[in-house]
């Protein structure tokens, strides 16, 4: 069984910083492309980073030059870093990986939970 779970959440000031990050954890045998998404109340779940498994980054016009995103393979872990946030920025944070357990020969995709972000003064 694979579960990725998200941490960093809060609640942040307009202009603020915030980390989240994701860790998958289980019977993995390798990961590939991770990517963070976000869902605002009444709106749809979008994509806001996508890095490959050889640290090839993508990220809508939304969060470019704001938002980062990292990985450490070794720990199987995402990072995503957010600075200068928006109001707009509020939403549950997904992180959403390619993952190919150890009893398989093929990848599935998992989701995580969801972490709150609050951009408010």
């Known amino acids: 069984q694979v579960q990725l779970v998200e941490s960093g959440g809060g609640l942040v000031q307009p202009g603020g910083s915030l980390r989240l990050s994701c860790a998958a954890s289980?019977?993995?045998?390798?990961?590939?492309?991770m990517r963070w998404y976000r869902q605002a109340p009444g709106k749809q779940r979008d994509v806001v980073a996508i890095?490959?498994?050889?640290?090839?980054?993508n990220y809508p016009d939304s969060v470019k030059g704001r938002f980062t995103v990292s990985r450490d393979n070794a720990k199987n872990t995402v990072y995503l870093q957010m600075s200068s946030l928006k109001p707009e920025d509020t939403a549950v944070y997904y992180c959403?990986?390619?993952?190919?357990?150890?009893?398989?020969?093929?990848?599935?995709?998992?989701w995580g939970q969801g972490t709150q972000v609050t951009v408010s003064s």
């Open positions: 890095i490959t498994n050889n640290g090839n980054t």
């Open positions: 289980g019977n993995i045998f390798s990961i590939g492309t």
């Open positions: 959403n990986a390619d993952v190919r357990a150890a009893s398989r020969n093929y990848f599935s995709q998992y």
